[in-house]
């Protein structure tokens, strides 16, 4: 009998960025911006980006090694592998199914999703009612993008936001009053069109013109898309931990998906919580999507900013339009 009394936490991290740095001095070489306006703008000073041969399963699979390795749980523990990018290895087989051969994960279950930058959370939900009902018991659940493999490097409005990387948490059961409290995922699919790759799918399918238009590129409306994620960043937190009678007076720790500084600082305004209680890394690896909240996770807990009882808000929004917002009691958890 499945049961719903059951507890979901996260019982390690873990992240994998490539070697390769693109600075912001890169960019004045190549397109018409400059360092100044770039860290104005964004707060971004330099980005990851793999290289030619790597592939998003690559970075996936490191950062799942690099979590298995600090908990000391083996491939062959682990039920479920759960993968949320929008630059898979293929159309298929998923990227998942090829973690989980180059971990040997034999007895998981595995599949892709997509809900861009917020899909690490919408990751992390899932598993979480799988761990609750008792359908699995550990579940990696990882971020992984290489973005700049669908990024205009022409364009100066998106190539400077993008970078590649790759994080992971192994979800379990924990004990009564820690992991996850409470989630809260949303989407409006009426704003769609305002971040998109409009060529490749079954809609528009791969052609000699779609090339020459350069529609396999990521296209954004920069504008646009600020506004909305400042009014859903915050909106999204309240609304979690509205969903387990807290408030945003209760908030030990903000981890937000790292995409702009601004966008971030108006979330900390809204939420009125002081600075030094919120991640950023955004400077160091610009817009990683799926991946950005998982890797900034990992930092945050390898550099042991994270108690034991705290209330840890991870918060992120992205296209589809999507937003996503979890509560954790935090626990660390020996390795």
Partial sequence: MRMLNKHAGIIATGSYVPERTLTNEYFEKTVDTNNEWI???TGIEERRAADENTATSDLATKAALNAMEKSGIKAEEIDLIIVATVTPDFGFPSTACIVQ???GAVNAAAFDLEAACSGFMYGMTI???FIRTGVYKKILVIGAETLSKIVDYTDRNTCILFGDGAG???MAEVEEGYGVLATHLGANGDAGHLLTLPAGGSRMPATEQT???RMHYVQMDGS???KFAIKIMGEAAEKALENCGLKKEDIDFLIPHQANTRIIESAVKRLKI???KVFVNVNKYGNMSAASIAVALDEANEQKCLKDGDIVVLVGFGGGLTWGAGVIRWK???R
């Fill in 168 to 170: 992971a948490v192994i």
């Fill in 224 to 226: 646009e898309v600020f």
């Fill in 332 to 334: 660390n958890y020996g």
């Fill in 211 to 213: 090339i020459k238009d």
């Fill in 274 to 276: 002081s600075k030094d």
């Fill in 127 to 129: 598993a979480d009612s």
């Fill in 39 to 41: 860290i104005s703008r």
């Fill in 101 to 103: 051969k180059n971990i």
